[in-house]
């Protein structure tokens, strides 16, 4: 088998899986206690958002990835997820770890509320049966649920070199199947690698904390106890149930006579250790006997406590290649498997960190030498196959090694001396800044420009499916009910007209509009190529007594532009409109407007952002140099290089020295308290401008202007670069220097100084896809 | 006065006028009889169109340009709308006289209709009272009406060099009825100058022609005769009327006691040579009290029967130079000015080729001394402000000189020798058929793309505004009854998103989309730049055996592609990705698509045109040699250089001689009577390719594809690039292999074989200006 596969698949074939996580994770309030509060609106209806919704509690957040490739994928999603939530949920914090925080009692557990639809009211009534039948506190226990399949070509090379006496579609059956069974049979191992449960808060279920025999501060745990969740905390049917993984007529038929014999309500309610899952869920059995399965769910992972996203990218890849050992392992015809290796999976669970004996084909094995043989049956497929996950398979021998290197005992080691609380606490803290840090961004989409990434966060807020189809263009799809919208670089939309663009690419025309709809433009002329010198000078003329601005016709980020704030010589305007002419052939000569430049968002009828840029400066505080104020203002987690953040990091170039010579000062220089000490002349944010929120402070006359000029270009986005010398429009001159199709957004989202505004967000209502409440 | 004018404006400044001129011309059939079909319907309604309608008859086509800048600018236009309207009457011509053609009795003269709305009732029932008042064989003599105000910067200067002892509104109305004045006094020079109805035809008035000494085959005329529409055919009111131009409002008193008098019904029955207007002319005489005179109107000038446009472009200079002599000019205070200027238009008129006598100041002087004292005049002027107008005045010197040169007297002649109808039919088939041979462009706006040149024609047909912001990009803005749009380049507009444009600008997104549509593209891959030798290789090795096209991901015009028909080697695929890779950083390799390619143009939902394009080639006739076989096919007035024209000429040059080579041709081959010879590979219109109009040939299964495939890109206009196989679509394969978001439109237009097809119309309609027909 390993060898069809090594000769018809390339490694990056065999290690694309669809591998989908589901990650619960409590929210509590600062001391740790079960929060009380909803759900945030923002991610809208819990059965409708396909990513963050609720599980069991209204307090248990459940992330949920979309099918993704491999394992890095869905690590990255994972963490975004985690990052998007977390700063929703104000001054709380996701609880890093299986077992529960701090919990009231049942009856205060808030089990998540649903809107009064149909389906509403089933999840509801489900959450009340569960709540009934098995308490509300087994059911805030989290965890991780793992959903895969195989690269379809697997299967499919497989059957080929198969004797090809079934149909394609029972071989592949039949293939899931082994793999169910095999986990089954080997789960206690990811059970011992990833479990990360060994103690639980004394205000979890009182039966189980009485049985434990220590006590640690605020928690109890047993000798050797590894993974409460899959041991005595965790949830199970009352009574062992064994299906017929055979074949999957005889696996339907087993499922149906649970539900016949009422051992279970409904086949939903197997908590096996693998699920078998068929295309549609709905109507599980049905949809396994006419379409096969689909793919499988396992269910024994816990959450991870020393990685914000609840599991490890190195395990996730081990996971990767485990599947395929699951895939490749001859099973043995040993009748019992199901029941001894429950009792396996509770001898890791409860005894894991002691040297116990396992039953392996009915006989007892040492738990380190059965754990070492299968690692080295994958370390075996890992090199024949040329997977490259030596690493990880490594990472996972270590914790076979040493007991003391799993989640488990490190996170028991810590509560021993910290307290329960305290630690995650700790824990969910620094994930909690890091997600803070890195607010601009989403894992996975750094070749994306930041304000694509933006419209991506926000779409998976609202449970929006993302594709991107042209990275290098940042070319992305929505859909949402069938609701589809194309995105490129996060402004250029629907709805938007071409035409409208064209108005605003070609100055001259913008300023035409705008003057034919009565908005105030510098007052110029246009000059084209073929116009004579006579001719040019005869016009530069009129220019020669003002401050005057010569710039081309359609080009944009200031190329080709030249300002003269002060009158200029005939020679200096001439050579201004060389340089111009090397962008268009047709260029424009404008009076240059007086006051402070402001760049207006507007999104549809509305203004939604305001940023004024300043040039890179520092403020002195009477005690530090320029050069250590710089310093520090740069640890600003939002500066960083080359547009990969929304602000740059100053450097200290010889540009800014020579500007600093020309007031006499020097990088050493001592500014005093309160003294702006201005490094440059530009104010780009590409060279240490900083932006900064006006949004609150320009008077309603100009943000009508704003959308008027939009407007009139009928432009729906936009950017508009106005000049105003009163903000508070007591004067209410203004001049509009551009209209620009495709303004940045994420400048808005993280702006140096005042409040961030949301244009993302904007967009997306822009574009109709609405926060889906119900 | 002239001193004022040269020290404070340009030569351009002076000459910038604003001037409309409205042309009559009447409809006639093959032989020469007044057309009794209706006015075409593609005109919308004639209170609508305000550039094509009609005038009293419904015969009467009168065009009517915008007021424009100069000479030029109204000479062609005049000759567009000529040409325009020429081709859409089928076989009917343009009568090119004013006296008119074949009448029949006055009651079979058709009156124009108009829609049933009290404005169209108004004008037909004043039409009716014309017939009555005057008859109807008058009211059909046809003429040019010369509309004119001077460049505001003139007055204005004049105006702060006078005493400025009244209001610039009141300074500003005396320099125009000094000109109204001074064109009285002088209009009979314009009417030697320019008169050109020296000859009536048989079937006019009765009346008249008793009168007529002389009889020339089928019409009269009368010795020295020269402008019978200025003299005793023309219009005039009942009694001679003298309105009182001292000032505006003696003025407007004498029009109202006119009227009080009941000498004329209306301030718009009085048939001055010289009309005053005002800004709100259906309240005229309010308007010129309060807001002034806006403009004047000169009723004097006849239609030349030698140029299409109904006036040479030389004597509308001659006027831009006439109007400032008459404002520069002094008058003299001789008080019966008005009295022996009306007996000198009737001496002209009647007998201006004689060498007569006419009344200055109540003194006779010799016609042509006096001429030739104005024109000196205007040659100073000429010469002083340093107009350029030379030529011109040159030009009607001598006429002074010489009465034979004259338009009237060269008509004469030619009418003395074939008749009245046949020289006339004979100048008028001569301008029908340069209207056809031009039907492709427009005359003053070749500096634009052919495609936006149909754009504005169409414009014109529907009586749109046009207004060119930016001719460098084919920018334009078109405005109906408020309605405004603006178009780039014939097929950008505000009826495309742009993120339509963008999805079919990048191949790789658009063959996606299309897929997710389930429509047929050529199957391939995509490389991006950052992809290694080996992984290229491993790409272009499945295409190794087939026939395969390599092209950049967002090009036009086939840059950067490369097709292979025949299988390739690893070595020229590998060459063909590094062309492709100059043009963007992802290309696509794909299967090449069986078939020929058609390009659909889809505009909303129908598809409008579709072309195939054949490589530049000959038919043989079996006398002819392929050198021979181009030089015909090259006198196609279609087919030029430079993209100035729907098709280009074919070049006989090395690479047709190689291609004929390959063949064992060469360029003197004698093809056998319908042999095809193709002269070389390629199928670009722009080497001299044809096209070929298939729009009903395809079947309807195909086009339904097109529209589909517009439409999953979101597009509105669109090209659609199809490789079909069958096109009676009995085989279904096809594939789209391009969607071009800025088709070109005349080559459908225009098609070397097959029909012209009207994509400018479609534009137009969707873009919602439909024809007003009422």
Chains 1, 2 share one sequence.
Request: charged share 25%; hydrophobic share 35%; proline share 3%.
């Amino acid at each position: 088998m390993i060898n069809t596969i090594k000769i018809n698949l390339t490694t990056e074939e065999i290690l694309t899986q669809h591998i989908g996580v589901e990650r619960e994770g409590l929210r509590c309030d600062v001391e740790g206690n079960l929060a009380t509060t909803k759900h945030p609106d923002v991610f809208g209806g819990k059965l409708l958002n396909p990513y963050i919704t609720t599980d069991f509690s209204e307090s248990q957040l459940e992330f949920i990835t979309p099918a993704l490739k491999n394992a890095t994928q869905v690590y990255d999603f994972l963490e975004n997820l985690y990052n998007i939530a977390v700063l929703e949920i104000g001054d709380e914090y996701i609880w890093p770890q299986s077992m529960p925080c701090t919990l009231p009692d049942d009856a205060q557990i808030p089990i998540a509320t649903f809107c009064h639809t149909e389906k509403g009211a089933q999840a509801y009534c489900y959450r009340m049966h569960l709540l009934q039948k098995y308490g509300g506190k087994k059911q805030v226990v989290s965890g991780i649920h793992y959903n895969f399949s195989f690269n379809e070509k697997i299967i499919d090379e497989l059957y080929k070199a198969s004797s090809k006496d079934t149909e394609y579609k029972e071989f592949r059956n039949d293939c899931y199947l082994k793999v169910a069974r095999n986990y089954l049979r080997y789960r206690w191992l990811i059970i011992y690698l990833l479990g990360g449960s060994s103690v639980v808060h004394k205000t979890y279920e009182k039966e189980v904390i009485d049985r434990l025999e220590n006590e640690y501060i605020d928690s109890c745990s047993s000798k050797g106890a590894l993974s409460y969740r899959n041991g005595e905390c965790g949830y199970a049917n009352k009574n062992d149930l064994y299906p017929d993984y055979t074949n999957i007529t005889a696996y339907v038929e087993s499922i149906n006579n649970f539900v016949i014999e009422n051992k279970i309500e409904s086949p939903k309610e197997l908590y096996a250790q693998v699920r078998i899952k068929a295309y549609n869920n709905d109507d599980l059995l049905t949809s396994l006997k006419e379409d096969g399965i689909n793919y499988l769910e396992f269910r024994s992972i816990d959450i991870n406590p020393f990685d914000k996203a609840g599991i490890k990218k190195i395990d996730l890849e081990f996971l990767s290649i485990f599947n395929i050992f699951l895939l490749l392992k001859e099973e043995s015809n040993y009748k019992n498997f199901q029941k001894d290796s429950n009792k396996n999976q509770f001898t890791i669970a409860q005894h894991g960190f002691l040297d116990t004996f396992l039953l392996m084909d009915g006989k007892e094995v040492k738990k380190s030498d059965w754990a070492k043989e299968i690692l080295l049956e994958i370390k075996n497929i890992n090199e024949t196959l040329n997977l490259e996950l030596n690493d990880s398979i490594e990472y996972q021998l270590k914790k076979i090694e040493d007991p003391k290197k799993t989640y488990a005992h490190k996170i028991f080691s810590k509560v021993r001396e910290n307290g329960y609380i305290n630690t995650h606490l700790e824990l969910a803290k620094a994930y909690k800044q890091d997600a803070y840090n890195n607010r601009y961004l989403l894992k996975g989409f750094e070749n994306l420009e930041l304000s694509t990434q933006q419209i991506i966060k926000e779409s998976i807020k609202r449970g929006i499916n993302i594709n991107v189809i042209d990275p290098l263009d940042n070319f992305i799809r929505l859909e949402q009910n069938g609701h589809i919208e194309y995105i490129k670089q996060a402004t250029k939309t629907s709805k938007d007209t071409y035409i409208s663009m064209l108005i605003m690419e070609n100055k001259l025309v913008t300023k035409k509009v705008l003057s034919d709809n009565n908005i105030n433009v510098p007052k110029g002329d246009e000059i084209t190529a073929v116009v004579d010198i006579a001719n040019k000078k005869s016009i530069l003329n009129k220019y020669q007594e003002r401050a005057v601005v010569i710039k081309p016709k359609s080009t944009n980020f200031g190329l080709g532009i030249s300002i003269f704030k002060e009158p200029a010589s005939m020679e200096d305007l001439l050579g201004a409109t060389e340089i111009a002419f090397k962008y268009d052939d047709t260029i424009l000569v404008e009076e240059f407007a007086k006051g402070n430049e402001y760049r207006f968002i507007v999104i549809g009828d509305k203004v939604i952002g305001i940023l004024n840029r300043v040039p890179a400066n520092v403020i002195g505080n009477g005690n530090l140099s320029i050069r250590e104020l710089v310093e520090i203002k740069n640890q600003d987690p939002l500066r960083g290089k080359g547009y990969k953040t929304p602000l740059e990091k100053i450097y200290l170039d010889e540009n800014s020295a020579l500007f600093l010579k020309q007031q006499s000062l020097n990088f050493d220089y001592i500014p005093k308290l309160n003294e702006i000490v201005y490094l440059r002349e530009n104010s780009n944010i590409s060279t240490g401008g900083d932006s900064i929120d006006y949004t609150d402070d320009i008077a309603p006359y100009f943000k009508e202007i704003a959308v008027r000029a939009a407007h009139s270009a009928g432009a729906n986005i936009c950017g508009v670069d106005m000049m105003i010398e009163d903000i508070t429009a007591h004067n209410k001159n203004y001049s509009i220097i551009e209209l620009n199709f495709n303004p940045a957004i994420h400048i808005h989202h993280y702006p140096y100084k005042g409040k961030g505004r949301n244009i993302a967000s904007a967009v997306l209502d822009l574009l109709e896809y609405k926060i889906q409440s119900c």
